[in-house]
């Protein structure tokens, strides 16, 4: 993640990713579930199986949270504005 990341910044490429921390790791963007939630649903599961549970018994469970993370910092970088729409829309903007 860090190298696609950085990869991304040496090209000038403006970019958006799937897990918001990414933004925090110096992402441009992301826009999805967080990825520590997701990592608490899969441990859930885990546990239930290794407690009995039949795997094909579990539901499918899918994330009902999604956030917009924004890295100011690399706009500036990238040379970017930042609608204020979509400012206003981010669950969290990063400095």
Do not use: C
């Amino acid at each position: 993640r860090g190298r696609i990341i950085t990869l991304a910044a040496e090209l000038g490429l403006p970019a958006i990713y799937q897990w918001p921390e990414t933004a925090e790791e110096g992402g441009l963007m992301a826009y999805g579930p967080s990825l520590h939630g997701a990592l608490r649903q899969v441990t859930s599961l885990v546990v239930k199986v290794l407690h009995g549970r039949k795997p094909g018994d579990l539901p499918i469970e899918q994330p009902t949270r999604f956030a917009l993370y924004l890295n100011l910092k690399t706009a500036r970088a990238l040379n970017l504005l930042v609608p204020p729409l979509t400012l206003l829309r981010a669950d969290k903007t990063i400095e």
